[in-house]
């Protein structure tokens, strides 16, 4: 269907093609495929991700918005064990899974994992050309390969969703990945003009994007909750054996080596009575043994809390039980950080959670406009531990950027933030609003 013209909400069918003649493969790609529900939209979206779908909450989330404006939506995903069901629904999403045992274990010996992300590529490319949508939505960098392919082959547009900067390349310790995320960003320059759609997760990125790229447009579409009341709670202080009188200092979110929470342990020392941190979230092995070593050499072991990630649909409850949230990236470790906008950064102002950040541009354009937070100029330990011990002593400002944390929640919501992403696929696919 052209630019311009109506969609129609009829039923459509969808045909079976035999299998004879097709490899295993295609059989079994067709088999996953087909039998889904019938479409109530004649557009069908395939959205790729290359990691498990239910983590993936940007992917779910943007799904679920376009499956409520009436458009039939599958993910195409990598799932790790070998006896999963292949296919499943997730609340009108069709989720389908290409099995790769060892894939998120393979990583420690380099050539197994180069073959593996081959053969990924191409049985990506073989899955996305089947699903036969009528648009593809590449979820990150490293879904952009196959998906591109996938739709220049079928002449279909095709949407990128950058989760974070990738430039100058993505951060990791593999060596073909790092080789392989040079060669995707070099690419981005021929790539990006012929992407119909590409998003970013902050206004900075987008800039970004658009100045390096020379792009006439960037759709800035923030990691924003759905709104929800989140009432206060005690689960930190109970699950810690923490007294009332404890106050609590949260970062959540991925405890590894470039968040500088290092920093954090290193403030403790000076923190005042009562005032503890804690850290909660999913961990690397190297980074979690490295804090707590330095925890007990810095005797600090009563002051500093690392607890495992709670279910995602739990997070906030836990998050309310805490007095103020931390964001301590540091702006000069990449250019990745310094222009990105946290998705704890909303997390926290759900759960009314005043915020003590770093200079990080993005996030401080929020708390200063919702007054909502405190920022540290200078990340040392002792400036660290000076604005939390002000924050929290400060019964009344805490409850002002309380309440205005609440407030601030409404206006940045899911709700309004996704109708963006809905008027870019009806541009795209040339469907007139209602």
Known sequence: MGKGKTATYSPLSQGA????????IMTHIDDVLEGTT?????????????????????????ASALVTAGLAVSIIDIESKRFI????????????????????????????FFVKAVWLLIVSILWLIRARADIYHAGDLTALPACYIAAKLRRKPV??????????????????????????????GAVLPHCEGVIAVSPLIAREFQQRYHLSEVLVLRNILEYCTVAKSDLLRQ???????????????????????????????????????????????????HLQRLISRKGVADRVKIIPPVPYDEL?????????????????YSLSIRLSLPNK????????????SSQLDGVVDILTAYETGRVVTSLTP????????????????LDRMHKNAHNAAKELCWEKEKQQLIHLYQRILGIQET
């Not at 899974?97 to 393979?106: A, F, V």
């Not at 906030?316 to 000069?332: K, M, N």
């Open 38 to 62: 019938p479409l109530l939209h004649p557009f069908r979206v395939c959205m790729y991700t290359v990691r498990k779908a239910s983590s993936d909450v940007r992917a779910m989330r943007s």
């Open 239 to 289: 699950s810690l054996g923490l007294s009332s009188e404890t106050r609590i200092a949260l970062y959540q979110g991925g405890i590894f080596a470039n968040r500088r929470l290092d920093l954090l342990v290193q403030a403790a020392a000076f923190l005042e009575r009562d005032n503890i941190i804690v850290m909660m979230g999913p961990s690397d092995q190297k980074t979690l043994v």
């Open 17 to 24: 093609d035999g299998a004879k003649g097709k490899s295993f």
């Open 316 to 332: 906030l409850d836990w998050t309310a039980s805490a007095d103020i949230g931390l964001i301590v990236l540091d702006p000069d």
């Open 382 to 397: 002792t400036n660290i531990s000076t604005a939390i011990n002000r924050m929290l002593r400060d019964r009344d400002e």
């Open 159 to 188: 949407i990128l969703d950058f989760y974070e900067c990738p430039i100058p390349a993505p951060e990791t310790d593999i060596v073909f990945w790092r080789w392989l995320g040079w060669l995707m960003v070099i690419s981005l």
């Open 345 to 356: 950064l909303f997390e926290y102002l759900m759960a009314g959670l005043p915020v003590l």
């Open 85 to 112: 069901q292949a296919k499943k629904d997730i609340c009108g999403i069709c989720v389908h899974h290409i099995i790769l045992p060892g894939w998120y274990t393979s990583r420690s010996f380099e050539p197994y």
